[in-house]
């Protein structure tokens, strides 16, 4: 079935550090991807989505390159700030069984210090 | 628009009680859905909607009654509350089932004594 797999967190890093959050996935057809972020205490934000094989999602200095050969979807930015700090789910869509289903991955969590 | 809200942000419960979580969202989305979020488990479809009158079950659906008699409301039934249940629960809302992005709710932490 689809899965996504993604890098055990914390992440801490200093501000202005270069940001990665790897990403997997495997799935039976052609599925969208996605990177959404959780703030302390709310929802989850879209941040970025890639819907086709080597589109580049990008949003907010962060971004993501859909690698159907690798099956992977790092997250990447390339000076964090305080204010990134939150967690990073990747997740796919796919058509399975008729039906349209959302997988999330475990989250990421990531830490910023000043 | 006030996009996907959820009530209430906290609740304890004791093992054996019955309670709603309350959904609802403003952008004539047809299809919701309620997660759970366990740590270290990322979030799991307990129930969904992709239409007023239709529901079906998800990835953890027992111990959860859902109903959708109107395209803006998806309550969350709990019918008797186990300390298993303890979790914080998302709405979300998307266009159509085949939408890419999905709307959260601000979530409810919940927890069964």
């Known amino acids: 079935g689809n899965s996504v797999t993604q890098m055990e967190g914390p992440v801490t890093l200093s501000e202005e550090a270069f940001l990665t959050i790897n990403c997997t996935y495997t799935a039976t057809g052609y599925p969208s991807l996605f990177w959404y972020v959780q703030y302390p205490g709310e929802g989850l934000q879209l941040l970025l989505k890639?819907?086709?094989?080597?589109d580049k999602g990008s949003n907010k200095g962060f971004e993501a390159t859909y690698r159907k050969e690798t099956t992977s979807f790092h997250l990447e930015k390339g000076s964090v700030q305080v204010s990134d700090s939150a967690v990073y789910f990747c997740a796919l869509s796919d058509r399975t069984s008729g039906t349209y289903k959302y997988i999330f991955g475990t989250g990421t969590r990531l830490k910023v210090l000043a | 628009n006030a996009g996907v809200t959820q009530t209430p942000k906290f609740q304890v419960l004791k093992t054996g009680q019955s309670m709603t979580l309350q959904c609802a969202q403003d952008m004539n989305h047809e299809y919701m859905s309620w997660y759970r979020q366990d740590p270290g488990m990322g979030l799991r479809l307990i129930h969904y909607?992709?239409?007023?009158?239709?529901?079906d079950q998800g990835e953890v659906p027992n111990g959860y009654n859902v109903s959708r008699s109107t395209t803006e409301d998806f309550p969350l039934r709990l019918l008797s509350a186990a300390p298993s249940q303890t979790s914080v629960y998302f709405c979300?809302?998307?266009?159509?089932?085949?939408?890419?992005?999905?709307?959260f709710g601000p979530g409810t932490r919940l927890t069964v004594l």
């Open positions: 979300a809302s998307r266009q159509q089932e085949r939408s890419n992005e999905q709307f």
């Open positions: 909607s992709v239409g007023a009158g239709i529901t």
């Open positions: 890639a819907t086709k094989a080597d």
